[in-house]
């Protein structure tokens, strides 16, 4: 069965640090080119960062750059994201997402190519 799995949210102080990880089931990374999303109350989801299926290359939202890293492991089927200097205009729902890829080399950084999503992570960044 086709599935996305999240998960590593949670609340975390301004500056800290979480990882997640986005569990894919039935889904062949090399295939696909995986986006991390998120959505905060009021807002419309907007993309955080994604990998190719080659995984050689990667996109970052500017207001991440530096501070986040996207990363996979093709033998656990996993890519992760690696959310580093934490402020609460991070605080959202995270969610990973599945494109299959027509270019092995360029990943989609807005949600619509992405046919398959995963359930959602919390993270709250707050004092």
């Known amino acids: 069965q086709l599935r996305l799995v999240e998960s590593g949210g949670g609340l975390v102080q301004p500056g800290g640090s979480l990882r997640l990880s986005c569990a894919a089931s039935?889904?062949?990374?090399?295939?696909?080119?995986i986006g991390w999303f998120r959505q905060a109350p009021g807002k419309e989801r907007e993309g955080v960062s994604c990998?190719?299926?080659?995984?050689?290359?990667?996109n970052y939202a500017d207001s991440v750059k530096g501070r986040f890293t996207i990363s996979r492991d093709t033998a656990k089927n996993t890519v992760y994201l690696q959310m580093n200097s934490l402020t609460p205009e991070d605080t959202a729902i995270y969610y990973c997402?599945?494109?299959?890829?027509?270019?092995?080399?360029?990943?989609?950084?807005?949600?619509?190519?992405?046919?398959?999503w995963g359930q959602g992570t919390q993270v709250t960044v707050s004092s």
């Open positions: 990998i190719s299926s080659s995984g050689g290359s990667t």
């Open positions: 039935a889904l062949a990374l090399n295939d696909n080119a």
């Open positions: 997402a599945a494109m299959r890829s027509r270019s092995r080399s360029v990943c989609a950084d807005f949600p619509g190519p992405y046919d398959l």
